[in-house]
């Protein structure tokens, strides 16, 4: 069974790997932009995946065509990380991209070596406050069942990548020394699935969608939620300044097909969700995990000052691991782009940081109405979803949607702790006597246990049936 597990875990993991090139090349006269994108790690749906899907970025450029009178033609690159983006950049052959945060700051820093390459971080596609995009797990009836059971053992995840880095900080904040009590293999997260499947390595550290995918799966279990960590992470969009300045007309219709399918995604997540899924060949139900209602991403393209300081926070792990030498983030962040694109609003909405793609009505089951983000849960029946006020009416959902034969595609609860969407039958529950609290990993629940009499670890069924 295992075998087979990884054959399949395998086959999957190819699929969604390797770069895709696809654009209108023949299109004679029209004038070349060149987007680097990353289909799966889809807190960058807003500048890749779900902008190409709907044609808002070639709808723009219609309409600025319409004004200038020039033709445009969009070539779309698809790769599995952000460094062969910055690679292509820093060739000049691609002129926008998205990526995460270390990535980014790659970027900026071997763009600042020469006036020829430097670019510009010009939006935020998505972001988590708490750090919850990033995630370690184990393969299933590991032993290992928290950060301190990986010393003497390896550990996969992309170096310079936004994994890494909670990896190597979780890792000192719980007592190890990441160069000294742990191996830390450098691979790719499809390479790192299948050695996690393996046997090859003893956990995974690694950025969306790659944890929700393989718990989902049943192919791992959380020992780690990065949300635990504290310190924001986020994704982003990048120009070429070079391009930019010659260009900003192309730039500015480009965030404005950005702002585009950020607002599609607040106003139906389920169906931007679906259409990412499409695209990709991702689980929706892994999608809407992070993408959905309350999704562990955040969508807003407005720089915060909270993910400025994050960036500045992550200069000197970059720096410790040779990856990064000097970065002026005073000039490599730029929002005066997205400045004109805006308008007035841009100073509110950099002060929100609210979900906009919100959970909101009346809970069927409780007869409540749903407004706590931090209790809130969902239900994915056939053909639609319903809201659930907290945790405990999430799971008189499930008894219900059970007792009434309903097809139930996927449940979601916010962990009691991080308030971490996570599948609600793939989290660890405590109840505490008439009341129910799911945490992503079997330590955070344990330590809950630890601190309140009574407490106790139940079976996910169990809690279904005893809510």
């Known amino acids: 069974m295992r075998a087979r597990r990884t054959a399949l875990l395998i086959a999957l993991v190819a699929g969604l790997s390797g770069c895709t090139v696809a654009g209108h090349a023949a299109d004679a006269g029209a004038e070349q932009v060149v987007v680097g994108y990353q289909s799966k790690t889809i807190n960058t749906v807003t500048a890749g995946t779900l902008l190409r899907a709907q044609g808002f970025f070639e709808k723009r450029l219609g309409e600025l065509g319409g004004r200038t009178g020039k033709k445009y033609a969009v070539t779309w690159q698809d790769y599995d990380t952000g460094a062969p983006i910055t690679a292509q950049m820093m060739a000049g052959k691609i002129d926008i991209g998205s990526m995460g945060d270390y990535p980014l700051l790659i970027n900026g820093a071997r763009g600042q070596q020469s006036a020829e ?29 928290s950060l301190t059971d990986l010393r003497g053992k390896v550990v996969s995840a992309s170096s310079g990548s936004a994994g890494h880095g909670l990896l190597v900080q979780a890792l000192r904040k719980n007592g190890l020394d990441p160069d000294r009590d742990v191996k830390i293999e450098n691979q790719q997260p499809p390479i790192g699935a299948s050695a996690l499947q393996s046997g090859n390595v003893d956990a995974l550290s690694q950025f969306v969608a790659w944890p ?49 399918a950020t607002r599609f995604l607040w106003d139906q997540p389920l169906k931007a969700s679906e259409i990412v899924a499409q695209a990709t060949g991702l689980p929706p139900e892994v999608v809407y995990l992070y993408n959905g209602a309350n999704g562990i991403a955040t969508f807003d393209l407005t720089l915060k000052p909270q993910l400025r300081a994050a960036l500045q926070q992550d200069v000197p792990f970059l720096k410790s691991i040779g990856v990064l030498q000097q970065i002026d983030l005073s000039t490599f962040i730029d929002d005066s782009y997205l400045r004109g694109v805006y308008g007035t609003a841009y100073d509110t909405d950099v002060a929100g940081t609210a979900n906009r793609a919100a959970l909101a009505g009346t809970d069927p089951v409780c007869k409540t109405p749903v407004t706590d983000p931090a209790l809130a849960g969902e239900l994915w029946l056939s053909g639609r979803t319903q809201p659930a006020a907290n945790p ?24 009691a702790g991080t308030g971490t969407r996570w599948f609600a039958d793939k989290s660890v529950w405590v109840r505490d006597g008439a009341t129910f609290h799911p945490f992503v990993s079997a330590a955070a629940a344990q330590r809950y246990v630890s601190a309140h009499t009574g407490a106790a670890v139940v079976p996910y069924a169990e809690a279904v049936k005893a809510a």
């Open 392 to 415: 405990r009416c999430l799971l008189r959902a499930v008894r219900a949607a059970q007792a009434a034969g309903e097809q139930i595609k996927s449940a979601y609860v916010p962990d």
């Open 212 to 260: 929700g995918l393989l718990v989902h799966q049943g192919a791992a279990t959380v020992i780690y939620d990065g949300g635990e960590l504290g310190v924001p992470t986020l994704h982003g969009t990048v120009v070429r300044e070079k391009y930019a300045t010659a260009n900003r007309d192309v730039v500015e219709a480009f965030l404005q097909a950005q702002q585009d």
């Open 117 to 145: 390459t430097r670019t510009k971080m010009v939006a935020v596609t998505g972001y988590n406050l708490r750090g919850a995009l990033n995630t370690v797990v184990v393969a299933p009836k590991s032993p290992i069942h």
